[in-house]
């Protein structure tokens, strides 16, 4: 299996700690083989060196040439439309989610509780009538 995400200019990560944890930033320079140069204007990232372990690649690139302004990298980023397909994507449906599970009262807890109950009664239901007409089959 060959890699398909690469650290390159314009490349788009997703900054997974830090201040800006969970926000989309572009690669604008790469300063030495552990640090990046990155601009994140649509996403309120300011243009700011960061660790290579604090980020991490996504598949979306955006057209911009080395050490661009943040005017230029904003309107390539918007040319692109990378927040609309980030929010598309299951990346970023899945960490909504995490954020709405981490976020739920207990009584959400309780009945998302009972939701699942319902539902494993229901399968277990159809797996035994399942099993019974093989059974008579």
């Known amino acids: 299996m060959t890699f398909t995400k690469f650290i390159e ?37 300011p243009r700011e060196v ?18 661009a302004r943040t005017v230029i990298v904003k309107k390539a980023w918007e040319k692109v439309g990378v927040t609309a ?8 449906k899945s960490l909504a989610n995490k954020h709405r599970r981490a976020n739920l009262s207990d009584f959400e807890r309780f009945k998302l509780m009972k939701l699942k109950q ?11 009538r399942l099993v019974k007409e093989q059974k008579s089959a």
């Open 50 to 67: 960061v660790s290579m372990k604090q980020v991490q690649l996504t598949k979306f690139k955006i057209p911009i040439s080395v050490g």
């Open 85 to 92: 397909q980030w929010t598309e994507g299951a990346w970023a």
């Open 9 to 45: 200019i314009g490349a788009v990560v997703y900054v997974n700690s830090g201040i800006y944890k969970g926000k989309l930033a572009a690669i604008v320079n790469i300063v030495d083989q552990t640090r990046l140069l990155v601009d994140g204007p649509c996403s309120s990232v």
């Open 118 to 128: 319902k539902r494993r009664v229901i399968i277990s239901r159809e797996v035994k």
